[in-house]
């Protein structure tokens, strides 16, 4: 009795694919074959349904949505406070102004800055009167008139006077006095309780920390001043992308259009989150990018031996990543890095230009492979 469609036209096609698909395994497995080479010819790659793809190189190396703050260099941030301790007479500026290097933020009231003055006068005063004894004394020893140590004290008397008096003069400075107002309180010893706080840069008044009439005591804020360009953003990059960005790439914030340079990574990672702090010099189109504001940022780098291949053109052994580039005998196997994955696209290192890879039928390929070591 014979069998019910064994002539079917369709069946004996589809038997004989398949016969010729395991045949071109078994040729696979004979001795001869180089442990991460499989050869190959162009009909077994064709019954083993094989696509080819040649590698595409990334122009770029991006990440994206990356979270990042908005912050200030330490070097342009500054806080001015009261030298000595009285009262707020008045406030000059406010917040948001803009002001200068110099300019009169605010007057402050301090009996304090009198009795400096005060003692400052005292000292210029003991330093004249022993400098004259010391001219005096040094005229009547180079006479012979006087002795050796009556001569030593009188010099050693001015350079103490001299001592309390730069003391003295370095005290009102950092006081807030000007090097003029010094000048001004040496010549005509008027001694005053009003003292002016400037700005030390040029820059904005981001906060007021005083009052008018308020009591403050030595080194209490009452301005916070920063210039505001440029700016920092402090990036917070996944250890993983870490291979995939270096110090000068590109760092832009989309959606206000700044632009600026990473300037360092981090050398440790944040154990919680797994990521390393990044830093970037932004320099264009900052207006928008306000101290304390929280931003997405994109880094780009240029994609240097960085190839992209379709996400299942992978494969691994011992869980280290292969593909499978085309040689003229059949197929090699080659281990890559991996930089990152995104979608069905994989970044990797390890591969070179003009090569084509495997994108279909990889796990023949892979079963070719074990079978021939």
Same mark, same amino acid.
Not at 90 to 107: F, H, I, P, S, T
Not at 189 to 207: Q, T, Y
Not at 343 to 359: C, F
């Given at each position: 009795?014979?069998?019910?469609?064994?002539?079917?036209?369709?069946?004996?096609?589809?038997?004989?694919?398949?016969?010729?698909?395991?045949? +071109? &395994? @078994?040729? *696979? =497995?004979?001795?001869?074959?180089? %442990?991460?080479?499989?050869?190959?010819?162009?009909?077994?790659?064709? !019954?083993?349904?094989?696509?080819?793809?040649?590698?595409?190189?990334?122009?770029?190396?991006?990440?994206?949505?990356?979270?990042?703050?908005?912050?200030?260099?330490?070097?342009?941030?500054?806080?001015?406070?009261?030298?000595?301790?009285?009262?707020?007479?008045?406030?000059?500026?406010?917040?948001?102004?803009?002001?200068?290097?110099?300019?009169?933020?605010?007057?402050?009231?301090?009996?304090?800055?009198?009795?400096?003055?005060?003692?400052?006068?005292?000292?210029?005063?003991?330093?004249?009167?022993?400098?004259?004894?010391?001219?005096?004394?040094?005229?009547?020893?180079?006479?012979?008139?006087?002795?050796?140590?009556?001569?030593?004290?009188?010099?050693?008397?001015?350079?103490?006077?001299?001592?309390?008096?730069?003391?003295?003069?370095?005290?009102? +400075? &950092? @006081?807030? *006095? =000007?090097?003029?107002?010094?000048? %001004?309180?040496?010549?005509?010893?008027?001694?005053?309780?009003?003292? !002016?706080?400037?700005?030390?840069?040029?820059?904005?008044?981001?906060?007021?920390?005083?009052?008018?009439?308020?009591?403050?005591?030595?080194?209490?804020?009452?301005?916070?001043?920063?210039?505001?360009?440029?700016?920092?953003?402090?990036?917070?990059?996944?250890?993983?992308?870490?291979?995939?960005?270096?110090?000068?790439?590109?760092?832009?914030?989309?959606?206000?259009?700044?632009?600026?340079?990473?300037?360092?990574?981090?050398?440790?990672?944040?154990?919680?989150?797994?990521?390393?702090?990044?830093?970037?010099?932004?320099?264009?189109?900052?207006?928008?990018?306000?101290?304390?504001?929280?931003?997405?940022?994109?880094?780009?780098?240029?994609?240097?031996?960085?190839?992209?291949?379709?996400?299942?053109?992978?494969?691994?052994?011992?869980?280290?990543?292969?593909?499978?580039?085309?040689?003229?005998?059949?197929?090699? %196997?080659?281990?890559?890095?991996?930089?990152?994955?995104?979608?069905?696209?994989?970044?990797?290192?390890?591969?070179?230009?003009?090569?084509?890879?495997?994108?279909?039928?990889?796990?023949?390929?892979?079963?070719?492979?074990?079978?021939?070591?």
């Amino acid at each position: 009795m014979k069998r019910m469609g064994s002539n079917i036209p369709g069946q004996h096609m589809k038997t004989n694919k398949f016969a010729l698909f395991f045949f +071109a &395994l @078994s040729l *696979l =497995s004979l001795p001869g074959h180089a %442990a991460d080479s499989i050869s190959l010819s162009a009909a077994q790659i064709d !019954a083993l349904d094989i696509t080819t793809a040649p590698v595409s190189k990334a122009s770029h190396a991006s990440t994206h949505g990356l979270p990042a703050r908005v912050v200030l260099p330490n070097n342009q941030l500054f806080i001015v406070s009261s030298p000595l301790s009285g009262y707020i007479e008045k406030m000059e500026a406010n917040v948001n102004d803009q002001v200068k290097k110099g300019q009169v933020l605010a007057w402050l009231q301090s009996p304090s800055l009198a009795e400096a003055e005060r003692a400052y006068l005292e000292a210029q005063t003991r330093f004249q009167l022993a400098s004259e004894t010391m001219k005096r004394d040094k005229k009547l020893f180079d006479e012979g008139i006087i002795s050796q140590s009556r001569y030593s004290s009188a010099r050693s008397r001015y350079i103490e006077a001299q001592a309390a008096l730069s003391g003295q003069k370095q005290i009102l +400075a &950092l @006081s807030g *006095l =000007s090097e003029g107002a010094l000048k %001004a309180l040496a010549e005509n010893g008027k001694i005053g309780s009003a003292l !002016a706080l400037r700005s030390p840069l040029d820059g904005f008044v981001l906060e007021q920390m005083g009052i008018a009439g308020q009591r403050v005591d030595a080194a209490s804020p009452i301005y916070r001043i920063a210039k505001l360009s440029p700016t920092w953003l402090e990036i917070e990059v996944p250890a993983a992308l870490l291979p995939r960005i270096k110090e000068g790439s590109l760092v832009t914030v989309q959606s206000m259009h700044a632009e600026g340079v990473l300037s360092s990574i981090g050398k440790s990672v944040n154990p919680a989150s797994q990521t390393v702090m990044a830093r970037a010099k932004m320099t264009r189109n900052i207006d928008s990018l306000k101290p304390g504001l929280k931003v997405e940022a994109k880094i780009s780098s240029a994609s240097e031996n960085l190839w992209q291949v379709p996400t299942e053109s992978l494969a691994r052994i011992g869980g280290n990543p292969i593909v499978f580039v085309r040689t003229p005998s059949g197929f090699q %196997a080659r281990f890559v890095e991996i930089v990152s994955e995104s979608g069905t696209e994989v970044l990797v290192k390890g591969l070179s230009g003009g090569e084509t890879i495997a994108v279909h039928g990889i796990a023949a390929l892979k079963s070719a492979l074990s079978g021939s070591k």
